[in-house]
């Protein structure tokens, strides 16, 4: 009973938080915005929306056919910013966006390098990687695969990338995420332990990760990451969580 309370309390203190966080966030987006663009054009901001009437951004959320599955080579970097930022309370990023390096051995095809991003209403990002970036499976190969994701799997997505990893010997996995998605519910924390169990390596991301990143799937014109004052805080608060989980 103690622990049901306890979760209750951490999600009543999440929704209480979350409106403060967004504010703080895309006004933030806003100010980047601002610098980055000419005057007679707009930031792009992907889901960061003026209002005409008062200058003021507001979150506004893209709607996406279902299974719509968005595939590119390099981030937009106020969008990587938002999305990507290790904040504990998420609200407005209501998508995925996954980095992707795929090293097949001693092939002729090289490192395969992207990204993907979704809508969360249907297919997610983890599950469409093995369909639309790695649809030809070879056996006779030996893949390592490394993800960069603005958030944890959900549940249902964890469980089906630990049985591919049972069924798929020749697959090494490692998954940097960002944030932990709906760290406190029992099923995650499942499904997390069975992608370790699976021989998944889970990490949070570290301040030098993002850097890597923005330096590797973003649009960045040469220039470096600046992180965000609380980057390393959030993570040591992520890596903690994440270490309880496993343990």
Known sequence: MAETS????????????????????????????????????EAPTNGV???????????????????????GDRIDPLVFKFQFKNVEYSSGRNKTFLCYLVDRGNTADGLLRGYLEDEHTGSHA???FFTQCLPQYDPALKYTI??????????????????LLKARKNIKMS?????????????IQAGLRALHTAGCKLRMMKPTDFSYTWDTFVENEEQPLN???????????YHEKLADILQ
């Open 6 to 41: 306890h979760v209750a309390t951490r999600r009543k203190e999440r929704k209480d938080k979350e409106a403060a966080e967004l504010t703080k966030d895309v006004k933030e987006v806003k100010n980047e915005g601002e610098k980055a663009a000419d005057n007679s054009e």
């Open 126 to 128: 983890e599950e469409a």
């Open 227 to 237: 992180p965000w004052e609380d980057c390393k805080e959030n993570y040591e608060y």
């Open 49 to 71: 929306e003026a209002n005409g009437q008062n200058g003021e951004f507001q979150v506004e959320p893209i709607e996406l056919p279902p299974f719509e599955i968005i595939v």
């Open 175 to 187: 998954i940097f995420a960002a944030r932990l998605f709906e760290w406190e519910e029992a099923e």
């Open 146 to 163: 490394t993800w960069y994701v603005s958030s944890s799997p959900c549940s249902a997505c964890a469980a089906k990338i630990a049985e």
